[in-house]
């Protein structure tokens, strides 16, 4: 009989989301004519832009004709779409990467998870708390973590808090870590790294020999322009990260498909023998073996993100939701919660009322208001007593949300 990988019984429940997910479905059935508004998920509900749809209808007729048929592409992804990200997200913005650095994806998820096919056993892992699951749970995968605790905190992660107390910023480790997960803008606190804290993270991974997988996938929310969008803002960050981005929230792409992962050249790892080898190399390898390449037609799409009428119309659904959020985070701070975020990403982060558990106040929220948000301790220990509501859905159901939150918790 074939073995599977034990690493996986570690895993310590569902994931997250599908969790949620079957919570709101047990709901509805117990409770078909409740309306439910769905803010937990970080999914997007308006239609993709206009200069998008034509792209990629273009790109279907295109497939109609012979001529210009497009079977196989380069695995890495079409130079239309790798030279029009570097340009635009990062020569623009005055970060040396090359097209021939980007590499295209079905998503940044999925990198972030893939990447760890070209790390080696026995790197100290360090992850902050609260965390996108993700990120652990392909650790445990990869069988680079001991058993969880009673907290879900697994054996052989360095976890570095992150609550009110340090303002969502986390801190330096006290010891050395070989590989370093940062989400900024940050999901699920929604808090935004700046650049001096940034250079601190670049400067210690110099010195250790780190590598930052640097997740920028809600970059395009930021509003203040003091903030850094990429990690290549900062001076070394080539030599010790990479960076994964996603088309899926600034451009309405979560049913599309499509991201890209930057592996600068000078980046490396050692191999058993203590030679420097390139991670740019081993990952170009590891892509071309397991990955055919994005859909062109979904390429053609996610290229028009970058042409004028693209730039304006995907601005447009990022301040769309950026509104959301205010309006969001408005209502709850005239209730008198304690929240964050939500000012420079679509995320809002609030204390639950007296510290209530998570769960109990998603549960509280799905009974009596029929709103479902994202419980903080599904994003590990430190996220206990905290919870965080999507900017995600149209204008009107998030007003709907808010005018139902003003009527349950008036006297919060």
Known sequence: MATINDHFLKLTAGYLFPEIGRRVGAFQKANPDAPVIKLGIGDVTEPLPPAIVQAMHDAIDEQATRDQFHGYGPEQGYDFLRNAIAKTDYQDRNCNVSPDEIFISDGAKCDTGNFLDILGKGNVIAVTDPVYPVYVDTNVMAGNTGPANEQGEYEGLVYLPMTDENNFAPSLPDQKVDVIYLCSPNNPTGAVMSREALTQWVQYAKQNNSIILFDAAYAAFITDDSLPRSIYEIEGAR???????????????????????????????????????????????????????????????????????????????????????????????????????????????????????????????????????????????????????????????????????????KTV
Not at 277 to 293: A, D, I, M
């Open 239 to 409: 030599e010790v990260a990479i960076e994964s981005r996603s088309f899926s929230k600034n451009a309405g792409f979560t049913g599309m498909r499509c991201g890209f992962l930057v592996v600068p050249k000078e980046l490396t790892g050692k191999a058993s023998d203590g030679t420097d080898v390139s991670l740019h190399q081993l990952w170009n390898r590891r892509h071309c073996t397991k990955f055919n390449g994005a859909s062109y037609v979904v390429q053609r799409g996610a290229a028009a993100v970058y042409s004028k009428a693209g730039q304006q119309q995907t601005r447009q659904l990022v301040e769309c939701y950026m509104e959301n959020a205010s309006i969001v985070r408005a209502t709850l701070k005239e209730l008198g919660f304690a929240v964050y975020g939500g000012e420079n990403a679509p995320y809002v982060w609030l204390k639950t009322p007296d510290r209530l558990p998570s769960w109990d106040f998603f549960d509280q929220l799905l009974a009596n208001c029929h709103i479902v948000g994202t419980p903080g301790s599904g994003f590990g220990a430190s996220g206990e007593g905290y919870f965080r509501i999507s900017a995600f859905n149209s204008r009107e159901n998030i007003n709907e949300a808010m005018a139902r939150l003003k009527k349950q918790f």
